[in-house]
């Protein structure tokens, strides 16, 4: 199981990567410094969902948070396909075990109509489990991908699938090892300014 995550992680990032390449020779680099015209187009989005961890100590719940994300200041693809760095801070509580991960996903959106867009990519993040008696950081990782909605020019909805993984430890002072593995779906509601 592990591998066929791995593959597919890979394979996410590949055609990421592959798909910025075939768009090469219309890359702006650094466009924060090199674009006078640079906009990031900030959006915040409030974020809400389900969480299903693989791990059977951990039960299964809601979680929450919120999505600040910008147009990629390092390289820019002109036209109607573009990276967004999305940055998530996400909250779990059950059980007396809390769950607080901080992410970085880098997208590639293209638009599937005029207001309408898909987007996917890898991520890599951190998670604070804080369990009684313990607080561990682990390294987190992670693919997703997701649909969002502009309802107007400001306001936006969508839904995000995501896969994480995380490096194993004991969080839960128990003297055994185990990982934060878990997919979620999560609704937003979100603003661009």
Request: neutral net charge; charged residues 20%.
């Amino acid at each position: 199981m592990k591998s066929i995550k791995r593959s597919l992680f890979t394979l996410a990032s590949g055609v990421l990567l592959a798909s910025s390449v075939y768009g090469a020779d219309k890359f702006q680099a650094f466009p924060v410094f090199n674009d006078p015209n640079f906009k990031p187009n900030i959006e915040v989005a409030l974020i809400g969902g389900y969480v299903g961890f693989a791990n059977s100590d951990l039960d299964s719940g809601s979680m929450y948070g919120v999505e600040v994300s910008l147009d990629c200041p390092v390289f820019t693809l002109p036209g109607d396909n573009l990276i967004r760095q999305q940055l998530s801070i996400n909250k779990y509580s059950k059980n007396s075990v809390d769950v607080t991960t901080i992410e970085m996903n880098p997208y590639y959106f293209t638009h599937l109509s005029k207001d309408l867009v898909f987007g996917f990519g890898p991520g890599i993040g951190a998670a604070l489990v804080d369990a009684p008696g313990q607080e561990t950081w682990l390294f987190t990782y992670q693919a997703g991908a997701g649909l969002k909605y502009y309802i107007n020019k400001d306001v936006l909805v969508g839904v995000d699938v995501r896969w994480q993984g995380s490096v194993e430890k004991d969080y839960t002072d128990s003297g055994k090892k185990d990982n934060l593995n878990n997919t979620r779906t999560l609704a937003k509601v979100g603003y661009r300014f």
